[in-house]
């Protein structure tokens, strides 16, 4: 593996999965998950684990996914249900959205905090003239990364609500990840994607993007098939500045 490096010299863009990238809002949504699962599992099998369970089936997945994932893994299959099921209901719509209603009350009580060093990087590297994009399973990212106060960061920012009207299949499928460099009229091989979860590490591989770098916050072993893994954002260093294209 290599040394934690963006080479701007070779990379033109830099795609952040902003969920506990650059908003701190990975706690949040592990809390959430656990309570609308526990409440859904007492008495039928062991409780929702906030680590293990989060990372394996649930982070960096579209909310159903996470729902269907998870369960599977318990051996429950749910009917799908629909978007007007009452929150809780014993469906996959329901316990998405109870998560869903329980998650967005905090962030309404709470607000959302950037990472220092997400923001920090961000900076240097717009300094540099790179190309910046955020991108979020949640259909509320766009909301998250406002609250958090860093829109102006990035050049585009695609979510949950993108995927749902494109009909973009999500992590680990790269197409979230390829939407924002085709939007920022990039190929893939040109641009670098920081990620902090399994699923979206999967993307971008798939994806051919240049560069792969996991935020690793709590050593949970995302080290495997990366470019590079840092603890911490500010662990990176940028050298160089964008250079154009050439035919």
């Given at each position: 593996m290599s040394d934690p490096v963006i080479d701007l010299t070779a990379i033109g863009a830099v795609v952040f999965d902003t969920d506990g990238v650059v908003t701190d809002t990975?706690?949040?949504?592990?809390?959430?998950?656990?309570?609308?699962?526990?409440?859904?599992l007492r008495?039928?099998?062991?409780?929702?684990?906030?680590?293990?369970?989060?990372?394996?089936?649930?982070?960096?997945?579209?909310?159903?996914?996470?729902?269907?994932?998870?369960?599977?893994?318990?051996?429950?299959?749910?009917?799908?249900?629909?978007?007007?099921?009452?929150?809780?209901?014993?469906?996959?719509?329901?316990?998405?959205?109870?998560k869903d209603q329980l998650f967005l009350a905090e962030v309404d009580k709470y607000g959302v905090a950037a990472f220092p060093a997400a923001v920090a990087l961000l900076h240097e590297l717009?300094?540099?003239?790179?190309?910046?994009?955020?991108?979020?399973?949640?259909?509320?990212?766009?909301?998250?990364?406002?609250?958090?106060?860093?829109?102006?960061?990035f050049d585009v920012l695609v979510d949950g609500?993108?995927?749902?009207?494109?009909?973009?299949?999500?992590?680990?499928?790269?197409?979230?990840?390829?939407?924002?460099?085709?939007?920022?009229?990039?190929?893939a091989v040109r641009a670098a994607v920081v990620e902090a979860a399994l699923p979206g590490i999967e993307a971008a591989r798939r994806g051919g993007f240049g560069l792969v770098v996991a935020v690793d916050r709590d050593d949970s072993g995302l080290a495997r098939d990366v470019d590079a893994v840092v603890a911490d954002l500010g662990e990176l260093t940028v050298r160089g500045r964008v250079l154009p294209l050439t035919s």
């Open positions: 990975a706690r949040g949504h592990a809390a959430a998950w656990k309570h609308v699962f526990d409440a859904f008495g039928r099998c062991e409780p929702f684990d906030i680590r293990g369970d989060y990372l394996r089936h649930v982070d960096g997945r579209p909310r159903l996914d996470g729902v269907r994932t998870f369960l599977a893994s318990r051996g429950i299959t749910l009917p799908e249900g629909a978007a007007d099921d009452p929150p809780g209901a014993p469906t996959v719509h329901g316990l998405g959205l109870a717009r300094r540099r003239g790179a190309r910046t994009a955020g991108v979020s399973a949640s259909l509320h990212g766009r909301r998250l990364v406002g609250a958090a106060g860093v829109t102006h960061l609500s993108d995927a749902a009207l494109m009909n973009l299949p999500g992590k680990p499928d790269p197409a979230l990840f390829l939407e924002a460099v085709r939007r920022l009229a990039l190929p």
